[in-house]
């Protein structure tokens, strides 16, 4: 079977807990402490030197790295709910938005929330924070444009985008940002698919 190692609040780990349940595949959970450092030590180091979750292990194979074990997923299980498209296009412009949403949205968008939830105040960066907020007001504005005629971002069907994008749209009241009106319209269309529900009500 499937083994998972995970946190219950950590977002890339949800990613991966969306797919599953998308793709109504069965997995065993493990769950790493990272509040007590448990993903800095031995033995979880050998499963992913980076020391972060999620990681998917496979029988003896060994994935770290949420947007990979979604696409291993999506290929080792090719008879599940589909989340990557196969006309070529198509899947070349879910890459594009792939990449987009880490570096113009999650990125600075963990940055915020990690401070805002985990670290005292007085510890925070707040030129730092005050420069991805905008950065990330500016991805909104272009990407509130791109959904003006969309229900969804490819094909307008639920997909690997939604997927990379929910757990970090449920928590977007940390960023301090504008939400467009289009944006809101499709945050509220991903939070309620059941697959992302199921998963976030499930977060402490
Ligand atoms: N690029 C990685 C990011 C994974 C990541 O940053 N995970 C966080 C939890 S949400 C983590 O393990 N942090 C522990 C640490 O950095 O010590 C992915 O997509 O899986």
Same mark, same amino acid.
């Given at each position: 079977?499937?083994?998972?190692?995970?946190?219950?609040?950590?977002?890339?780990?949800?990613?991966?807990?969306?797919?599953?349940?998308?793709?109504?595949?069965?997995?065993?959970?493990?769950?790493?402490?990272?509040?007590?450092?448990?993903?800095?030590?031995?033995?979880?180091?050998?499963?992913?030197?980076?020391? +972060?979750?999620? #990681?998917?292990?496979? $029988?003896?194979?060994?994935?770290?790295?949420?947007? @990979?074990?979604?696409? &291993?997923?999506?290929?080792?299980?090719?008879?599940?709910?589909?989340?990557?498209?196969?006309?070529?296009?198509?899947?070349?412009?879910?890459?594009?938005?792939?990449?987009?949403?880490?570096?113009?949205?999650?990125?600075?968008?963990?940055?915020?929330?990690?401070?805002?939830r985990f670290i005292k105040e007085e510890k925070w960066d707040p030129v730092r924070m005050k420069e991805y907020a905008k950065k990330i007001d500016r991805h909104l504005e272009i990407?509130?444009?791109?959904?003006?005629? +969309?229900?969804? #971002?490819?094909?307008? $069907?639920?997909?690997?985008?939604?997927?990379?994008? @929910?757990?970090?749209? &449920?928590?977007?009241?940390?960023?301090?940002?504008?939400?467009?009106?289009?944006?809101?319209?499709?945050?509220?269309?991903?939070?309620?698919?059941?697959?992302?529900?199921?998963?976030?009500?499930?977060?402490?």
């Amino acid at each position: 079977m499937l083994e998972l190692y995970c946190h219950p609040n950590s977002t890339y780990s949800h990613r991966v807990q969306i797919a599953l349940a998308y793709k109504k595949l069965e997995y065993s959970v493990n769950h790493i402490a990272l509040e007590k450092l448990e993903n800095r030590k031995k033995p979880y180091l050998s499963v992913n030197p980076y020391a +972060k979750v999620p #990681v998917l292990k496979d $029988e003896d194979f060994i994935l770290s790295e949420s947007t @990979a074990i979604m696409r &291993y997923l999506e290929e080792k299980f090719p008879e599940s709910q589909k989340l990557i498209p196969t006309d070529l296009r198509f899947r070349a412009k879910m890459n594009q938005f792939a990449n987009q949403c880490e570096t113009e949205f999650c990125f600075p968008g963990s940055f915020i929330y990690f401070a805002k939830r985990f670290i005292k105040e007085e510890k925070w960066d707040p030129v730092r924070m005050k420069e991805y907020a905008k950065k990330i007001d500016r991805h909104l504005e272009i990407f509130d444009l791109y959904l003006s005629d +969309k229900e969804f #971002v490819i094909q307008n $069907e639920f997909g690997f985008v939604e997927v990379m994008y @929910a757990p970090f749209i &449920y928590n977007i009241s940390y960023m301090n940002v504008e939400i467009p009106p289009y944006f809101k319209l499709w945050m509220e269309r991903v939070l309620s698919h059941p697959a992302v529900k199921s998963t976030l009500m499930k977060q402490s």
